[in-house]
Every structure is written in C-alpha cells, then in structure tokens.
Antibody, heavy 123, light 109 residues
Framework: EVQLVESGGDLVQPGGSLRLSCAAS????????MNWVRQAPGKGLEWVSY????????YYADSVKGRFTISRDDAKNSLFLQVHSLTAEDTAVYYC????????????????WGKGTTVTVSS | SSELTQDPAVSVALGQTVRITCQGD??????TTWYQQKPGQAPVLVIY???NRPSGIPDRFSGSSSGNTASLTITGAQAEDEADYYC????????????FGGGTKVTVL
C-alpha cells in the first residue's frame, strides 16, 4: 500500500524549533519529488516547500524562506522539514505529499498525502 | 507571485450538477489540479492534467479549462461529495512556487 506517515509535530513556544518527518512506503521514494503543505486551523491549504528527486531542486514559500529547511534521505525513504523561529502563524497541520512534476507537459499534481502532523506554536 | 481565486462556497441539490471555478494567470501555463478535502481528513486528488481522474474517483467528477479559468464539475452530486475543493497549479512567474486557491465549500442540499 502506498503510504506517507508524518511525525514530529508538537506544542512549541514562539521562537522554537522542530523537525518534522515523513516516512514513505509502498513506492519507489527516490523517484518522486515531495512537498510539505500546511493548513492552519479553519483555513485553506498552503504549500510550504518542494524537493525534487536527488534533492536537485528545492523551493520554499516566501512565508517560510530562511526559517524552514526541507531535506530527504532516499536510503531511509524519508522526508524532513526542519523548522526554526516559529511563530503563531506557523500553527497548522503539516502534510507531506508526493508529487508528479512534468513542467515540460505543464503538469504538477500531488497524488499521495499523509494524514498530517500538528504543530502548535503557543506560550 | 500568482494567485488562484475560487468562490468561497456553492450549494447544489442532491443529484444535480455543480461547477466550481478557479481563476488565475498561471492556469494559462499549467493544467489545474483539483483536490477534495473532507473535515478532519487529508486532501484527496480528484482531477489532474487535461481531465484525468485517479483510480477510485467517480466519473461524475470532470475538469475543464479555458484561458485563465478552470472548472471542476460534479455531475449528479451525491451527499458524500460535500467537502472543500481546492485548485492548484505551479506559479508561472518563473519562481517555481506551488499555489493553491482559497478553496470552495460545496454543500449538497
């Protein structure tokens, strides 16, 4: 079964840090680009970061650039998001999602999602 | 960066047809992807590419596009289709960002 399972979410004080993880199974992880997408309580989906295969390309939303770092370990079928300098605006459910990115054909979609891990930033 | 604009909410009578729209300049360059999200659940891919449905998505869901506007149509809406729907594409401004619409809440009456 194709599956993504996030972990690492927690209650953290403003200014704090966390490392989110996403364990992939049921597919060849190294062959896919991956993303982090978040959803604040009662709000819509917000894309956070993208990492291509072999970590060759990495992109961040402006709202997290300089504070968040995405990485992957293909040997361990794992995706990570290191988050620093957290504020209340970072409170959200964080999803990892597998993507198919075929820019030359004008396709981009995320076809497998995890159930999410919750980050709460509060004093 | 580009934006994708969706109507916040629409309603449809059971068994009728509803169309959800998404507008944005990036849709001139990229196919629109559509996701369904029910309360407390992760998003689910329903339409990608020109008009492709992943395995398991009913054929009452279809997608279309013209210029800077994309549409998701549910033909014969069912009670289980009540959910939030989000459009998505890549930003076409050259910065490789990924963008979502604000979401449309579909209520089946």
């Amino acid at each position: 079964e194709v599956q993504l399972v996030e972990s690492g979410g927690d209650l953290v004080q403003p200014g704090g840090s966390l490392r989110l993880s996403c364990a992939a199974s049921g597919f060849t992880f190294s062959s896919y680009s991956m993303n982090w997408v978040r959803q604040a309580p009662g709000k819509g989906l917000e894309w956070v970061s993208y990492i291509g295969t072999s970590s060759t390309t990495i992109y961040y939303a402006d709202s997290v650039k300089g504070r968040f770092t995405i990485s992957r370990d293909d040997a361990k079928n794992s995706l990570f998001l290191q988050v620093h300098s957290l504020t209340a605006e970072d409170t959200a459910v964080y999803y990892c999602a597998r993507s198919t990115d075929l820019s030359e054909y004008h396709y981009f979609y995320m076809d497998v999602w995890g159930k999410g891990t919750t980050v709460t930033v509060s004093s | 960066s580009s934006e994708l604009t969706q109507d916040p909410a629409v309603s449809v009578a059971l068994g009728q047809t509803v169309r959800i729209t998404c507008q944005g300049d990036s849709l001139r360059s990229y196919y629109t992807t559509w996701y369904q999200q029910k309360p407390g659940q992760a998003p689910v891919l329903v339409i990608y590419g020109k008009n492709n449905r992943p395995s398991g998505i009913p054929d009452r869901f279809s997608g279309s596009s013209s210029g800077n506007t994309a549409s998701l149509t549910i033909t014969g809406a069912q009670a289980e289709d009540e959910a939030d729907y989000y459009c998505n594409s890549r930003d076409n401004s050259g910065n490789h960002l990924v963008i979502f619409g604000g979401g449309t809440k579909v209520t089946v009456l």
